[in-house]
């Protein structure tokens, strides 16, 4: 065994999911695990170092051959010092020097990011940004996560919080986000929200061919929106669109601010493919400016679940390439 391998872990409020990956971004072993996040940080954390060491020893890597760990997780949050200030599906996380913690536990060096920062990590080292520099990627699923890479680097901004790109504003004073701003484009754009649009409006008096499901209580997705576009159904039609069109101002703002070679749509919602990425382009192109020859391409993501972990080790071999670990412990 001559190969080296980077540690992805990425930390969801329901599963933990856990990757050795090579210098390539191929994995060659990974696990899920249920992360019962209820227990508050300690214990979560001591199992994250356990399931780490397992799938080390089920890969039959030996531990030199491990050059760290890359762990995404959600924020807000601190890369640069490994503390997780707080997150919403993650009780009781406040200020957790998560890549310290995980050092301690495992002799391995760690380094973190935002999940969403590190999933299009993922995307562009080894998925549908892999052949350009300047890339950024909007996750499409409950709410938007997205991240900007420009250059290879992932942007971070002075507060480490850049590339929220789900709460721009897209309509001032409009619905309420999870955020507590109103008119984010998350509201109006996720998966989750166009779903939950489409059965408002069915419990307002209009007619879908998904009332049945509303009737009888059956939550639904974008999936089940997506097939409905795909029937001709008006209500759905119509949400899909407008979920398009706020994408498209999205993808006009991404252009304007950070001119990247490709846009990339991932999540649940980009699993609807070209009923997402032409309606996306045709709103996009009524809407930019024609002074430039050339514009983003809009991609649907390739790595599906896996770009969270992939991303992650990403991020752990630039570190190690470039000799930038952070948090070492203070032990
Ligand atoms: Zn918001």
């Known amino acids: 065994m001559t190969d080296s391998y980077a540690v992805g872990v990425d930390l969801g409020g329901t599963t933990v999911r856990v990757a ?35 799938v080390i020893a089920a890969a039959g890597v030996p531990r030199e051959r491990i050059v760290g760990i890359g762990i995404g997780s959600p924020g807000p949050l601190s890369p640069s010092r490994g503390i997780v200030h707080k997150a919403a599906n993650l009780p009781d996380w406040i200020n957790v020097p998560l890549t310290r913690a995980m050092h301690q536990r495992t002799g391995l060096r760690s380094i ?19 052949d350009v520099d300047n890339m950024v990627m909007l996750t499409l699923g409950t709410g938007i996560g997205a991240g900007v890479v420009i250059r290879g680097e992932l942007l971070h901004g002075h507060f480490e919080n850049a590339g929220e790109l789900g709460h721009w504003i897209v309509v001032p004073n409009g619905r309420r986000c999870s955020c507590g701003q109103r ?30 499901l509303v009737q009888k209580g059956v939550p639904f997705g974008a999936r089940e929106v ?14 899909w669109d407008e979920a398009c069109y706020y994408l498209a101002i999205a993808c006009v703002n991404i252009q304007h601010a950070y001119n990247p070679t490709r846009i990339v749509m991932a999540g649940g919602m980009s699993k609807a493919g070209d009923v997402l990425t032409q309606l996306v382009q045709k709103h996009f192109e009524l809407l930019a400016w024609n002074l430039y020859d050339d514009y983003p391409e809009i991609r649907i993501a390739v790595l599906g679940d896996d770009a969270g972990v ?6 752990a071999w630039k570190a190690e390439q470039e000799g930038r670990w952070a948090a070492e412990p203070a032990c």
């Open 183 to 212: 008119g984010c484009l998350e509201v109006y754009a996720s998966a989750g929200n166009v779903a939950r649009r489409v059965a408002e409006s069915i419990r307002d008096g209009e007619p879908s061919i998904l009332s049945g």
């Open 20 to 54: 050795l990956v090579d210098r390539t971004g191929r994995i060659h072993h990974e696990a899920a695990y249920d992360s019962h996040v209820e227990r508050g940080p300690e214990p979560v954390i001591d199992d994250m170092a356990r399931w780490v060491g397992e």
């Open 112 to 130: 973190m990011d935002n999940d969403a920062n590190l999933a299009a990590y993922g995307e562009f080292w080894a998925g549908a940004g892999r």
């Open 226 to 239: 997506v097939q409905a576009v795909q029937d001709g159904d008006p209500l759905a039609s119509r949400l």
């Open 310 to 315: 992939i991303g992650a080790a990403g991020w």
